[in-house]
T-cell receptor
């Protein structure tokens, strides 16, 4: 079954805690992306990676970190520096300038 | 910097009514244009896209969009909506000289009443 998987579906974070969101794709796409979705604001780009071992900051990278050690995987860490982490996080992949395909998302809540 | 504006934040229609959702972008260069849809509880899905060629593009489920370069617009249309079209719709743009990063509009929530 091809596609993009994200886990977990729901994630709870305590104050001062770092949490990591998983994103895996088996579409053989070079590029992967992380977006944050807040009500009424659309999707905003956090980080993106166009090739393994390389990634760039998006528009709202502060308080987040990523790695891209494998083509299939692009995990996102929400650090304690992110003061307003409650949101819906979407991972996407695509063949560079082509269409991006989205995963089911992870909803992060702060306890 | 690029930006995308969706003018209607909430739209309520009755079944069989016609739909037009506005989308304008601010960027002077060559762009690719997309409409995505997010049905309740589901993934964000591609509805249609425009890269080049015929400015009237047809997508899934009877949707179409027209690229009007002079107006920097890419409005989404459907002649007759169904209850199942209730969803949130996002317009998005990317461009070659910005590494093809997708810039999204703020979305339009469509409610179709049966």
């Amino acid at each position: 079954d091809g596609g993009i998987t994200q886990s977990p579906k729901y994630l709870f974070r305590k104050e001062g805690q770092n949490v990591t969101l998983s994103c895996e794709q088996n579409l053989n796409h070079d590029a992967m992306y992380w977006y944050r979705q807040d009500p009424g604001q659309g999707l905003r780009l956090i980080y993106y990676s166009q090739i393994v071992n390389d990634f760039q900051k998006g528009d709202i990278a502060e308080g987040y970190s990523v790695s891209r050690e494998k083509k299939e995987s692009f995990p996102l860490t929400v650090t304690s520096a992110q003061k307003n982490p409650t949101a819906f996080y979407l991972c996407a992949s695509g063949a560079s300038q082509e269409t991006q395909y989205f995963g089911p998302g992870t909803r992060l809540l702060v306890l | 910097a690029q930006s995308v504006s969706q003018h209607n934040h909430h739209v309520i229609l009755s079944e069989a009514a016609s739909l037009e959702l506005g989308c304008n972008y601010s960027y002077g260069g060559t762009v690719n244009l997309f409409w995505y849809v997010q049905y309740p509880g589901q993934h964000l899905q591609l509805l249609l896209k425009y890269f080049s060629g015929d400015p009237l593009v047809k997508g899934i489920k009877g949707f179409e969009a027209e690229f009007i370069k002079s107006k920097f617009s890419f409005n989404l249309r459907k002649p007759s909506v169904q209850w199942s079209d209730t969803a949130e719709y996002f317009c998005a743009v990317n461009a070659a000289d910005s590494s093809y990063k997708l810039i999204f509009g703020s979305g339009t929530r469509l409610l179709v009443r049966p």
